[in-house]
């Protein structure tokens, strides 16, 4: 089975600062990683994924992930966030193989991103 | 465009009542999802279907029945047995290992 853990429910920030959302994640086998935004009463957009090759991803809106699978993590990044970035950030798993869980998202329990002006 | 549609987006429910949330997608996916959300718990997985016919529990299936008759469609039932039905619904679509598309949501209140 697949968890996630984000390592912080809130993240204020200033505009225009840099900033950094945490992930880590637990599997037994491997897996394809996903970060997804979602904005009040709205479904999920995908930011961008990580399915193989280059560990670092570049998504929508400027934000960036490395995963590193040494520490089983994948972080989100932004160089310079804007008002309009305020939202809730989730990060999630699913199995890369076969099995009865193919196909099925684990996700974090979320990282509310809040831009001050 | 393709997408999912969700409906209806606010439902209100009394006490006791069984209340059925509409899902229907264009994208000719085989496998759908449900998930329930709640604050700073996640999206957690209610059921889950990989083809016509077919559908498995996922984490919080108790209170809860689908159907999946029609590739196109994915209902959800939130009966009377489900203790805390208020939640925030996403259904969701897959196209082949990782491509995802979720509905906008339906929001469940029980008064």
């Known amino acids: 089975a697949q968890s996630v853990t984000q390592l912080d429910s809130q993240v204020p920030v200033f505009e225009e600062a840099p900033v950094e959302l945490r992930c880590n994640y637990s599997?037994?086998?491997?897996?394809?990683l996903f970060w997804y935004v979602q904005y009040p009463n709205q479904g999920l957009q995908l930011l961008l994924k990580?399915?193989?090759?280059?560990?670092l991803v570049k998504g929508i809106n400027g934000f960036e992930a490395e995963f590193n699978k040494s520490q089983t993590s994948f972080h989100l990044r932004k160089p310079s966030v804007h008002i309009s970035d305020t939202a809730e950030y989730f990060c999630?798993?699913?199995?890369?193989?076969?099995?009865?869980?193919?196909?099925?998202?684990?996700f974090g329990q979320g990282t509310i991103l809040t831009v001050h002006p | 465009d393709g997408g999912i549609t969700q409906s209806p987006k606010y439902l209100f429910r009394k006490e006791g009542q069984n209340v059925t949330l509409s899902c229907e997608q264009n994208?000719?996916?085989?496998?759908m999802y449900w998930y329930r959300q709640d604050p700073g718990q996640g999206l957690r997985l209610i059921y889950y279907?990989?083809?016509?016919?077919?559908?498995q529990k996922g984490d919080i299936a108790e209170g809860y029945s689908v159907s999946r008759e029609k590739k196109e469609s994915f209902p959800l039932t939130v009966t009377s047995a489900q203790k805390n039905p208020t939640a925030f619904y996403l259904c969701?679509?897959?196209?082949?290992?990782?491509?995802?598309?979720f509905g906008s949501g339906t929001r469940l209140t029980v008064v």
């Open positions: 969701a679509s897959r196209r082949g290992a990782h491509g995802y598309t």
């Open positions: 599997s037994s086998v491997s897996v394809y």
């Open positions: 990580y399915l193989s090759g280059s560990t």
């Open positions: 999630a798993v699913s199995r890369n193989a076969g099995g009865t869980s193919y196909g099925k998202l684990t």
């Open positions: 994208l000719n996916h085989d496998a």
């Open positions: 279907s990989q083809i016509v016919n077919d559908f």
